[in-house]
């Protein structure tokens, strides 16, 4: 049982890796799985109970919420009002209403792992605190995650990880990114507006058409990280767009702008340091001496454009296509070049006609416009 599962997460572990490098994310230092950390779980279950803390009743072991003087405090709920959260039931074995699952009993056909208590499984929050333990410490800097995982997830993460260390915190920086919407809705299955990055990138699932990774990335940054991110056409093109005018080129020695890092400063102000960098764009097509520092400053945000790479076939065909059109404008046929013109336009292939230095005859040059 163990096997197949592990089997089945290994594949969605590799599409998210690669997903997540095709928007520019950099790969984690630490990728911990929280089957490889059962026996830091263990421990953890066993001095929260030795610590008064836990208790084990009927084949589980619950941490008891009573025993926190201030449970709720992140998410500003007061125990006596708490219900028991909508992944937990409320049972019979209970102390309280809002105590919650460290360890459950696992049936032969259920995975599972042996334990002071029997063959079971950890519950859905204790796997994060003994993974953040081992890996970060006792208390670390900054834990991130969804609104909707304030109350219970992290509420509860918190409650294991201070009672199990007798620390004052677990993180020194809480951050809560918005939803995901579609056009204004939620994202979800049943609204039946659910699409993966994997699918924007590969399929024509959205808007009938592939969104290369920079786009997506640079649409989810022209939003606050706490506010809804909206998928939206207009969005995306918008991104587009922005990319288009951008030019390409390289930091160099050159350090990021000052406005692009006090925009980051300000509780990761993605939207001002997205504005910032649009100006620093408009002054490096101006002058390309300026090009190193905005270019500094898109790298710092992932999302500096890079010349397009085009394989061997595809660059011939467009250069003869380029050279018929040459031989079209010369025989004064306009409209078919111009035909030639828009139908490499459309496929993203920008021309520019100029003269040769030397003999004045027309020449064009191409590029891949991003």
């Known amino acids: 049982m163990n096997d197949a599962i592990r089997a089945v997460t290994e594949k969605t572990e590799t599409q998210f890796l690669e997903d997540a490098r095709a928007l520019g994310s950099l790969e984690p230092d630490v990728q911990p799985r929280a089957t490889?950390?059962?026996?830091?779980?263990?421990?953890?279950?066993?001095?929260?109970i030795a610590k008064g803390h836990a208790y084990a009743a009927e084949?589980?072991?619950?941490?008891?919420?009573?025993?926190?003087?201030?449970?709720?405090?992140?998410?500003?709920?007061?125990?006596?009002?708490q219900q028991a959260g909508a992944r937990v039931a409320v049972d019979a074995h209970k102390k309280n209403p809002g105590d919650f699952v460290?360890?459950?009993?696992?049936?032969?056909?259920?995975?599972?792992?042996?334990?002071?208590?029997?063959?079971?499984?950890?519950?859905?929050?204790?796997e994060c605190s003994a993974m953040s333990q081992r890996y970060l410490g006792e208390t670390f800097d900054i834990h991130g995650g969804g609104l909707d995982l304030i109350f219970p997830h992290h509420e509860n993460e918190i409650a294991q990880s201070r009672c199990a260390h007798?620390?004052?915190?677990?993180?020194n920086v809480w951050m809560h990114n918005g939803f995901l919407q579609v056009e204004g809705?939620?994202?979800?299955?049943?609204?039946?507006?659910?699409?993966?990055?994997?699918?924007?990138?590969?399929?024509?699932?959205?808007?009938?058409?592939?969104?290369?990774?920079?786009?997506?990335?640079?649409?989810?940054?022209?939003?606050?990280?706490?506010e809804p991110i909206?998928?939206?056409?207009?969005?995306?093109?918008?991104?587009?767009?922005?990319?288009?005018?951008?030019?390409?080129?390289?930091?160099?020695?050159?350090?990021?702008?000052?406005?692009?890092?006090n925009a980051l400063a300000d509780d990761l102000n993605t939207v001002a340091a997205v504005q910032a960098l649009h100006a620093l764009a408009s002054a490096?097509?101006?002058?390309?001496?300026?090009?190193?520092?905005?270019?500094?400053?898109?790298?710092l945000l992932g999302v500096l454009p890079k010349e397009a790479e085009v394989d061997g076939a595809v660059a011939s065909a467009v250069d003869a296509l380029v050279a018929m059109r040459l031989e079209m404008l010369k025989a004064k046929n306009f409209a078919e070049a111009d035909k030639i013109h828009d139908d490499l336009a459309a496929k993203g292939?920008?021309?520019?006609d100029g003269k040769d230095a030397a003999t004045g005859e027309r020449v064009t040059t191409w590029d891949v416009k991003r």
């Open 36 to 48: 490889d950390n059962i026996a830091q779980m263990i421990e953890i279950i066993e001095t929260l």
């Open 59 to 81: 084949g589980e072991v619950l941490f008891d919420t009573r025993s926190m003087a201030d449970y709720g405090q992140l998410s500003k709920r007061n125990l006596d009002e």
């Open 102 to 126: 460290l360890w459950k009993l696992s049936s032969d056909e259920e995975p599972g792992w042996e334990s002071p208590w029997g063959r079971g499984r950890p519950g859905w929050h204790i």
């Open 166 to 171: 007798g620390t004052d915190v677990m993180a």
């Open 185 to 226: 809705r939620k994202m979800s299955k049943s609204e039946g507006n659910f699409v993966t990055i994997y699918e924007l990138l590969h399929t024509e699932t959205f808007g009938g058409r592939k969104w290369p990774g920079e786009v997506l990335r640079l649409a989810m940054l022209m939003t606050h990280y706490r």
């Open 230 to 261: 909206d998928f939206s056409m207009k969005r995306l093109e918008e991104a587009e767009r922005l990319l288009a005018k951008w030019p390409v080129g390289k930091p160099g020695d050159a350090a990021p702008d000052a406005s692009v890092l």
């Open 284 to 299: 490096a097509n101006a002058d390309p001496a300026a090009l190193p520092v905005f270019a500094a400053s898109a790298a």
């Open 349 to 352: 292939i920008q021309l520019k």
